[in-house]
């Protein structure tokens, strides 16, 4: 039902700033609320953020907030992710996904659809 595809990865210097998006194809976009994960070489895939249907809400991880920002565009069916102020530690593959139903998810199991994810690499 619903495809996504993460793109604006790359290689970036710490301090610096990355805006990834997320494409979906499918029906119905609108109706899923987003999330953001992330997950390094030999880690676990951690949440980064969320944002309802309709984006009036949004929740983030301690690790991002005041530097990340989710925002999507139901017109043109894609969500992103404005990273800034990068720090090495924010390396890692980054992956959006797709949930069912309204509200703000933070766990893995709430997401239906994954998108392949997009590498994130902050040097020093």
């Known amino acids: 039902q619903v495809q996504l595809v993460e793109s604006g990865g790359g290689l970036v210097q710490a301090g610096g700033s990355l805006r990834l998006s997320c494409a979906a194809s499918?029906?119905?976009?609108?109706?899923?609320?987003m999330g953001w994960f992330r997950q390094a070489p030999g880690k676990e895939r951690d949440f980064v953020a969320a944002?309802?249907?309709?984006?009036?809400?949004?929740y983030y991880a301690d690790s991002v907030k005041g530097r990340f920002t989710v925002s999507r565009d139901n017109a043109k069916n894609t969500v992103y992710l404005q990273m800034n102020s990068l720090k090495p530690e924010d390396t890692a593959v980054y992956y959006c996904?797709?949930?069912?139903?309204?509200?703000?998810?933070?766990?893995?199991?709430?997401?239906?659809?994954w998108g392949q994810g997009t590498q994130v690499t902050v040097s020093t």
């Open positions: 499918g029906r119905t976009f609108s109706t899923y609320s």
């Open positions: 944002i309802t249907w309709n984006g009036g809400s949004t």
């Open positions: 996904a797709a949930a069912a139903g309204y509200g703000l998810f933070s766990r893995r199991s709430d997401y239906m659809y």
